[in-house]
């Protein structure tokens, strides 16, 4: 089975630095994915982690911790096309099924 | 990465029809699903597309409402039968390369009157 919590819904200020939390419970772990997703369109992916510690990549940033069941994303210099909704998905890896089950995501609104 | 063409990208549909939805990728890949995705909600997973064998189902589909067929490693097709209105939604056909990551086609939406 698979439990994921983020936040529903979260509302930042263009130009600002906004944090999603996300923690998970899984059977079997292999890394955890965090996609956006805007809205009428197929989610696009943004990070992979498999190791403790933070990535970064441009504007975004994703955290894992493995012993902790939570991961962070964060998104840097808001703009206004940063409003979309983000996934976060653990994943079993190929030797599992190697599906991605999501779940409801947070929905961010970025404000003038 | 991995290029994934679907279709029909829309359609509406008269209730008690059945509609396939295609979905061809530029290169032969291991693992194929099919995903639902009904308004204001998230990503569904109905189906993982088995190459020459039954799909394997999640729990609540079933092979009579959601046939999935798997030729070879770059096509597969998803048929919802016996549409009613409660069928209309998204239907994204998506594959996943050996790290993991999910490329989606641009996903099937799909009226029923």
């Known amino acids: 089975g698979q439990n994921i919590d983020q936040p529903t819904e979260m509302t930042a200020t263009e130009g600002a630095i906004v944090q999603i939390n996300c923690t998970y419970q899984?059977?079997?772990?292999?890394?955890l994915f965090w996609y956006q997703q805007h809205a009428g369109e197929a989610p696009t992916f943004l990070s992979y982690?498999?190791?403790?510690g933070l990535e970064e990549k441009g504007r975004f940033s994703s955290f894992l911790s493995r012993s902790k069941g939570y991961s962070y994303l964060l998104l840097k210099e808001l703009q206004m096309k940063d409003s979309a909704s983000y996934l976060c998905?653990?994943?079993?890896?190929?030797?599992?099924?190697?599906?991605?089950?999501f779940g409801q995501g947070t929905t961010l609104q970025v404000k003038p | 990465s991995a290029v994934i063409s679907q279709k029909p990208s829309r359609d509406i549909c008269q209730r008690g029809t059945s509609l396939t939805i295609q979905c061809q990728v530029d290169s032969q890949v291991t693992m194929m699903f099919w995903y639902r995705q009904q308004p204001g909600q998230s990503l569904t997973l109905i189906a993982t597309a088995n190459q020459g064998s039954e799909a394997t189902y999640e729990s609540g589909f079933v092979i009579d409402k959601f046939p999935i067929s798997r030729p070879n490693l770059t096509f597969s097709t998803l048929t919802v039968s016996n549409m009613s209105p409660e069928d209309s939604s998204i239907y994204l056909c998506?594959?996943?390369?050996?790290?993991?990551?999910?490329?989606f086609g641009e996903g099937s939406r799909l009226t029923v009157l």
């Open positions: 998905v653990p994943w079993g890896g190929s030797s599992n099924t190697g599906k991605l089950i």
């Open positions: 998506s594959v996943s390369v050996h790290t993991g990551e999910l490329f």
């Open positions: 899984t059977s079997g772990f292999n890394g």
């Open positions: 982690n498999v190791l403790d």
